[in-house]
């Protein structure tokens, strides 16, 4: 994410954990290639969404700069989305 504090980046892997079940950790995230690990569905990845947007419409942020972010994040960040890894197995 561009200009923005690690204590932000903390909440928004907090927020991002929580929504598929698991408990942020740090040391989780050194792991190489960490957020393979995991997937998420639609619904949850759209949940997230909702509260990275709440959360950074707090700090004045415009909704196209959120989404610009968003976006970033999820190719950075973000889990496998879960119906691409059920539309392979079939």
Known sequence: MSKVSSGLVDELMKMQFAVIGLVYDRALCKVDKWYTKHT???KEKAKFRVQFTKRLRKLG???D???SE???WDMAYGWRDDDVKSRKAQ
């Open 40 to 42: 998420w569905t639609a």
């Open 61 to 63: 942020w415009g909704l």
């Open 65 to 67: 700069r959120i989404a």
């Open 70 to 72: 968003f976006a970033m």
